[in-house]
């Protein structure tokens, strides 16, 4: 039998039991308010993992996803529970699995990854890739944290940029070769022809001298060629709408082309004048029309059945029309700036391009015909007439859709009017 307490022992274990309840609610507030705290962080972490706009992606070790962001999500057009339980590579479409270009390879194999830039292929994008690994207290690779920053903008001005650079320094090259051939060839030509001029037709000695003086003229049409390509080839300028160039060298095409190529016509009744050479203006239209219609006789005849199997008409399409060229087209494109321009396109739905021929298609001497069917001039002369007024030129291209060609020329001055005489 337990002993009898007495009042005083029952008081004090009745304030104990008082003081343990009070320590207890103490305790379950604090429990409440720590889950709280526990929960509201948790909401901002993910609000802020999802609110981020780099591409983000958690991974355990052996590659298998264990979340997405939103802005990954939406790259890959997906919800971002869709992807939990699949590897990385098979979310990415990645062909480096295991490859010493895998990020994961290197982290298991314990080799550190340092912030690099990656090609997505399948999203048709350039990222800077930081990859961190975290561990376990004993040392075993625990999860990854992946983070990819868009940096496709950048790499496009970068290509862009070194293209110019690249153009510039052969258009540097060019002049200079251009310039001094032109010399010789000019005394070469008045030798000739002075020759020519003391010789009877009929004779076996004219006719040699007939042949070296065309031959020397071929070579100065390549110069003079060379010449519009370095923008050092004189013109007469005037204001004209380039609607008058369009009209005249298309009903020309019309006449020498296949009826199954169509040739369409779109112009702006109010086109602004640009100050160009009428004659220079027609020689870049021709050049990419005769380009449009040649990629359009290739598939015509059968040579790329692959791109053009299925299309079952074929056209050509130049228009012109008014555009202003604002700060965030300028800062897409190396060559750009910003104002008011003439635009001119050129399209086709001929092949199209590989990009290794878009980044090479202005050079001089660079065709994709065979020997005997072109000399590689023709664009690169477009090319330096286009930079000659100022005025830049950007293709788009891919292979089985077709090809266009923009001008941009910039709007010529209004004269400003005279002022009256009032007195």
Known sequence: ?????????????????????????????????????????????????????????????????????????????????????????EMLRCEHKGTERCSLAKIQQGISVREHEVEI????????????????????????????????????????LFQLQKMEAINTLAAGVAHEFNNILTG????????KSQLSTESEEYRFVERAYNSAERASDIIKSLLAFTSKLSATDNLI?????????????????????????????????VKVDFIQINHILMELLRNARAAI????????????????SFIITISAENTKVDEKYYK???????????????????????????????????????????????????????????GWINIYSERGIGTTFKIYLPRAKPANPTPLNTS
């Not at 070790?61 to 264990?66: A, I, L, M, S, T």
């Not at 070469?188 to 020759?195: A, E, K, V």
Request: proline residues 3%; positive net charge; aromatic residues 8%.
């Open 297 to 312: 006789i290739d598939c015509l005849e059968g040579l790329f059945r692959y791109e053009c199997g299925e299309k079952k």
């Open 241 to 273: 709408s380039v609607n008058d160039a369009i009209f005249e060298t298309t009903n020309l095409l019309r006449v020498t082309t296949d009826p199954r190529i169509k040739i369409v016509v779109h112009t702006d009744k109010d086109l602004w004048k």
């Open 188 to 195: 070469i030509i008045g030798n000739l022809s002075l020759t």
């Open 332 to 390: 897409m494109y190396a060559d750009a700036r910003p104002g008011e321009f003439v635009l001119i396109t050129i399209s086709d739905n001929g092949p199209g391009m590989d990009k290794e021929t878009q980044r090479r298609i202005f050079e001089p001497f660079f065709t994709t015909r065979e020997v005997g069917k072109g000399k590689g001039l023709g664009l690169a002369t477009v090319y330096g007439i286009v930079k000659q007024y100022n």
């Open 1 to 89: 039998m337990l002993p009898k307490k007495t009042k005083a022992q029952l008081i004090e274990e009745l304030k104990s039991l008082q003081k343990q309840i009070q320590r207890l609610k103490r305790s379950e507030k604090e429990r409440k308010n720590a889950e709280k705290i526990i929960l509201q962080a948790k909401e901002e972490w993910e609000n802020t993992f999802d609110t981020i706009k780099d591409l983000i992606f958690i991974t355990d070790g052996n590659g298998v996803v264990r979340r997405i962001n939103r802005s990954l999500a939406n790259k890959l057009g997906v919800q971002p529970h869709d992807m939990i339980g699949r590897t990385c590579w």
């Open 121 to 160: 292929s399948p999203l048709g994008m350039w990222v800077m890739a930081h990859v961190y690994a975290t561990y376990t207290p004993s040392k075993e690779l625990d999860y990854i944290i992946h983070t990819y920053r868009d940096i496709t903008e950048h790499k496009m001005l970068q290509e862009q």
